[in-house]
T-cell receptor, first 113, second 113 residues
Framework: GQNIDQPTEMTATEGAIVQINCTYQ??????LFWYQQHAGEAPTFLSY????GLEEKGRFSSFLSRSKGYSYLLLKELQMKDSASYLC??????????????FGAGTQVVVTP | GAGVSQTPSNKVTEKGKYVELRCDPI?????LYWYRQSLGQGPEFLIY????????DSGLPNDRFFAVRPEGSVSTLKIQRTERGDSAVYLC???????????FGEGSRLTVL
């Protein structure tokens, strides 16, 4: 089966850095995505990795190691508005649809003053 | 419209009833997806449309679920003989092409009593 694991919750202080890890064991792999979801709202796209390495986008960076089945999302200079659930998702190679994603359960990040 | 629009935002129904959930994607987006999200879980893929045809309906849980997109724009998810286990937030997403960057709507929260 498909398995995507990420911690349930993380707490960090405003201005700090938080790293959200995601490990996956899937029958195929065609890219890893991170989405942010505020409570009661729609998920919004944050980042995409298909090759090994680090992708940086402002305060957010995402890393991928395909050989280890591992990714992380790094949030720097945390702000209160970053309190949200962060969803790790894998596109499985069994489909030609890039939007057919297998999501993890999400990591709830709580930013405290 | 500016974003993906879903109606109704909330639907409460009784077990055994029929429901329809509507999705109006971003204008010009050819790909449309339906996902279902239960409390504390990540979104779960249901069906994918490219244009008018259902390119992948492998995520539909059983034959009580059906979706259409007759003119390649608006889509309707139809659930027959609803069960309490169908209670969830039904998310619609669209994308301009074959990409994992999905634009999600706010969702339709379905509660089956």
């Amino acid at each position: 089966g498909q398995n995507i694991d990420q911690p349930t919750e993380m707490t960090a202080t405003e201005g700090a850095i938080v790293q959200i890890n995601c490990t996956y064991q899937t029958s195929g792999f065609n890219g890893l995505f991170w989405y942010q979801q505020h409570a009661g709202e729609a998920p919004t796209f944050l980042s995409y990795n298909v090759l090994d390495g680090l992708e940086e986008k402002g305060r957010f960076s995402s890393f991928l190691s395909r050989s280890k089945g591992y990714s992380y999302l790094l949030l720097k200079e945390l702000q209160m508005k970053d309190s949200a659930s962060y969803l790790c998702a894998v596109n499985l190679m069994t489909t030609d649809s890039w939007g057919k994603l297998q999501f993890g359960a999400g990591t709830q990040v709580v930013v405290t003053p | 419209g500016a974003g993906v629009s879903q109606t109704p935002s909330n639907k409460v129904t009784e077990k055994g009833k029929y429901v329809e959930l509507r999705c109006d994607p971003i204008s010009g987006h050819t790909a449309l997806y339906w996902y279902r999200q239960s409390l504390g879980q990540g979104p779960e893929f249901l069906i994918y449309f490219q244009g008018t045809g259902a390119a992948d309906d492998s995520g539909l849980p059983n034959d009580r679920f059906f979706a259409v997109r007759p003119e390649g724009s608006v889509s309707t998810l139809k659930i027959q003989r609803t069960e309490r286990g169908d209670s969830a937030v039904y998310l619609c997403a669209s994308s301009p092409g074959n990409t994992g960057e999905l634009f999600f709507g706010e969702g339709s929260r379905l509660t089956v009593l």
